[in-house]
């Protein structure tokens, strides 16, 4: 799980990372304005399968751009939205936490920074993360399901149409152009498949010598 805590304050951003260290968060990000953060979180790097930032923590007061102004950034970006954004505040910008609240903020932890309130919050704004990017995940594989269900339909109303064939050949002529065996055509088009064999008109036709022994043979067999 990767921690990404921005906060203008360095000695602050120090005993916050010692906390979630001691805790066992050892992947953790420290930015100290919040266009550097929002850079980071751009970056190619951050991109990468496996190295998303999976929670925010966000101080509300800083110089230039606030908190306020990154959460709204942020959740306006259709890559970043779904990163859980904690604010961290004291009382006296109550105000502004309900901004936040409003523009997509998740939660809050109070100023100074108690411990076992920041390890309680952010292990349960990281196991909902985990959760719904679980959720996600098999919205993603049902999609998949449906979308080959959708093609596999598709195939079988192409073979419940027309199908142009040769009158002499019996090929058939696919939605390309091309010319294919019917076998061919079928199985590319279907779930069904062959298993060749030879009917008696053409037993007789081409084995003529074999003809009548083979098809005793098979009547018996079948009887």
Known sequence: MKILAVDD????LNAL???LR???YTNIVMK???PEAIDFLRSPACGVPGNHVDIILMDVIMPGMDGLESVRRIKADNELKDIPIVMVSVEVEEMKIKQAFDAGAI???GKPIKKLE???RVRSVLRLKEETDHRKAHERELEQTVEQLRKAISELKTLSGLLPICSYCKKIR???GYWQQVDSYITEHSAAGFSHSICP???KEHYPAYADDVLKETAKKTK
Do not use: N
Not at 9 to 12: C, G, L, Y
């Open 174 to 176: 696919d939605d390309k």
């Open 22 to 24: 001691e805790a066992g």
């Open 32 to 34: 100290q304005s919040a």
């Open 9 to 12: 304050s360095v000695p602050f």
């Open 201 to 203: 008109e053409c037993l």
């Open 17 to 19: 990372e010692m906390i």
């Open 107 to 109: 939660d809050y932890i």
């Open 118 to 120: 920041l390890l309680a």
